[in-house]
T-cell receptor, first 114, second 112 residues
Framework: EAQVTQNPRYLITVTGKKLTVTCSQN?????MSWYRQDPGLGLRQIYY???????DKGDVPEGYKVSRKEKRNFPLILESPSPNQTSLYFC?????????????FGSGTRLTVV | SQKIEQNSEALNIQEGKTATLTCNYT??????LQWYRQDPGRGPVFLLL?????KEKRKERLKVTFDTTLKQSLFHITASQPADSATYLC???????????FGPGTRLSVLP
């Protein structure tokens, strides 16, 4: 089944403890992206990648890192999480950045930083 | 500054009526515009894409229009059903198709 897989689905962590949220797609998509979604603020883009080894900042990149060493994986790294990074996170992929076939989203990761 | 607005945060309509949702944008020149459906706690699901040179696109009970002069897209659901209740997001490409940015969404409730 064509899908974007995020792990974990739920995560509670403490301030300052490094964490990684994984994202993997099995559709050979070139384009991948990370979003956070907060009530009243909608989907805000964190980082995106148009292909292997090519990443760019979105609207809210502060406090996050990404890497794209291989086409299928696009992990999101929080080096020192803070409570304001408590949010619902989504990974998405698309065949091309022009999104002609639309973005395929993962099921989401609900992160709580205490 | 760049902005994407969707007509209202919430919209209630009666079953069987046509729902019309609006997406307006400022200081973008999109070549593509997409519409998504999102259910609570789930990822958005792609519905339709319309290109700047297309005035209208249809898919089953869905219709999307795109007016680059008005800088507006309209999303219609005809013969609406309670199962259509969800949040609907528009997204448009930023920087010549390099990337898509999302509007805040409209929460649609179809009342039986």
């Amino acid at each position: 089944e064509a899908q974007v897989t995020q792990n974990p689905r739920y995560l509670i962590t403490v301030t300052g403890k490094k964490l990684t949220v994984t994202c993997s797609q099995n559709m050979n998509h070139e384009y991948m992206s990370w979003y956070r979604q907060d009530p009243g603020l909608g989907l805000r883009q964190i980082y995106y990648s148009m292909n292997v080894e090519v990443t760019d900042k979105g609207d809210v990149p502060e406090g996050y890192k990404v890497s794209r060493k291989e086409k299928r994986n696009f992990p999101l790294i929080l080096e020192s999480p803070s409570p304001n990074q408590t949010s619902l996170y989504f990974c998405a992929s698309s065949l091309s950045s022009q999104g002609a076939g639309g973005y395929t989203f993962g099921s989401g990761t609900r992160l709580t930083v205490v | 500054s760049q902005k994407i607005e969707q007509n209202s945060e919430a919209l209630n309509i009666q079953e069987g009526k046509t729902a019309t949702l609006t997406c307006n944008y400022t200081n973008y020149s999109p070549a593509y515009l997409q519409w998504y459906r999102q259910d609570p706690g789930r990822g958005p699901v792609f519905l339709l894409l319309i290109r700047e040179n297309e005035k209208e696109k249809r898919k089953e009970r869905l219709k999307v229009t795109f007016d680059t002069t008005l800088k507006q897209s309209l999303f219609h659901i005809t013969a609406s059903q309670p199962a259509d209740s969800a949040t609907y997001l528009c997204a448009l490409d930023d920087n010549y198709g390099q990337n898509f940015v999302f509007g805040p969404g409209t929460r649609l409730s179809v009342l039986p």
